[in-house]
Nanobody
Framework: QVQLVESGGGSVQAGDSLRLSCAVSGRTFSNYAMGWFRQAPGKERECVVAINWSGSSSYSVDSVKGRFTISRDNAKNMVYLQMNSLKPDDTAVYYC???????????????????WGQGTQVTVSS
């Protein structure tokens, strides 16, 4: 079993930065591809960023490109989401997700992921 615990959410002003962290325990972290998803009220959960097992390949949805960065530290069993230039539209619950790597790439669909954190709220006010 894999456990994921997010931290770092909060309430900020537009233009501010936040860094979300996800601590992963239970299995060999480097065998897992990771993703950060978000869900705003009344909306579908969407993949914001994703990264493969080694960190050599990553993805960002168009709405966050140039502002959000995913990274991982396999030695510490941690994955991070650095969020800069935050906008009110970024307000959502952010979830960390993991799945066992079966290719060299990242995964974008929530159905691809087996394990989820409890979520952390990010609120951006104008």
């Amino acid at each position: 079993q894999v456990q994921l615990v997010e931290s770092g959410g909060g309430s900020v002003q537009a233009g501010d930065s936040l860094r979300l962290s996800c601590a992963v325990s239970g299995r060999t972290f480097s065998n897992y591809a990771m993703g950060w998803f978000r869900q705003a009220p009344g909306k579908e959960r969407e993949c914001v960023v994703a990264i493969n097992w080694s960190g050599s390949s990553s993805y960002s949805v168009d709405s966050v490109k140039g502002r959000f960065t995913i990274s991982r530290d396999n030695a510490k069993n941690m994955v991070y989401l650095q969020m800069n230039s935050l906008k009110p539209d970024d307000t959502a619950v952010y979830y960390c997700a993991a799945r066992q790597q079966s290719s060299g790439s990242y995964y974008l669909n929530k159905a691809d992921y087996s394990y989820w954190g409890q979520g952390t709220q990010v609120t951006v006010s104008s």
